[in-house]
């Protein structure tokens, strides 16, 4: 989480806006969902996933079109 990059936001989520963050373990990608609590100051992991390179442009950053 601290080294992932947000590729995807989605201010308008309830109750908290939430994000898409791409972070990487052994050389495989890695999306996780999180929302983030500014009252509470905490950061919630709704899912993780490892990404389908189906859906996903080669850097995983992208969604193919």
Same mark, same amino acid.
């Given at each position: 989480m601290?080294? $992932? *990059? ?7 989520? *309830?109750?908290?806006? /939430? &994000?898409?963050?791409? $972070? #990487?373990? /052994?050389? &495989? ?8 609590d500014?009252? $509470?100051?905490?950061? @919630?992991? @709704? ?8 859906? #996903?442009?080669?850097?995983?950053? &992208?969604? &193919?079109?």
């Amino acid at each position: 989480m601290e080294t $992932g *990059e947000t590729i995807e936001t989605y201010p308008d989520d *309830e109750p908290y806006p /939430s &994000r898409l963050i791409l $972070g #990487w373990v /052994s050389h &495989r990608p890695l999306h996780v969902v999180v929302a983030d609590d500014p009252v $509470g100051n905490t950061l @919630i992991v @709704i899912t993780a996933y490892e990404p389908n390179p189906a859906l #996903w442009e080669s850097d995983f950053r &992208r969604r &193919r079109k």
